[in-house]
Nanobody
Framework: QVQLVESGGGLVQAGGSLRLSCTAS????????MGWYRQAPGKQRELVAA???????NYADSVKGRFTVSRDNAKNTVYLQMNSLKPEDTAVYYC?????????????WGQGTQVTVSS
């Protein structure tokens, strides 16, 4: 089991920055991948950015060059630095952790944090 707690969302003007944090209830060093998804009203949840335990990263095309995912294993925390925010980045952002145990993969979600970008 992994509990994930997000923080750092809020209201920001277009062009501004926010940093989201996601703290896990256990060590993240052995978690296969952690990352961020978002869901805007009326849309499906989509991948924003993810990082594997080996340090590989994956970004949605819409955020490449603006967002950066990072992890601090000592703090059991994953971050999403969001720069040059646009109104279309407005969504609820969810932290995600994928953990493999044997042949089974477990997926965990945080409760979500609202990010609103005003024009």
């Amino acid at each position: 089991q992994v509990q994930l707690v997000e923080s750092g969302g809020g209201l920001v003007q277009a062009g501004g920055s926010l940093r989201l944090s996601c703290t896990a209830s256990r060590s993240i060093s052995s978690i296969n991948a952690m990352g961020w998804y978002r869901q805007a009203p009326g849309k499906q949840r989509e991948l924003v950015a993810a990082m594997t335990s080996g340090g590989s990263t994956n970004y949605a095309d819409s955020v490449k060059g603006r967002f950066t995912v990072s992890r601090d294993n000592a703090k059991n925390t994953v971050y999403l630095q969001m720069n040059s925010l646009k109104p279309e980045d407005t969504a609820v952002y969810y932290c995600n952790a994928d953990l493999t145990a044997g042949w089974t993969m477990y997926r965990y979600w945080g409760q979500g944090t609202q990010v609103t970008v005003s024009s």
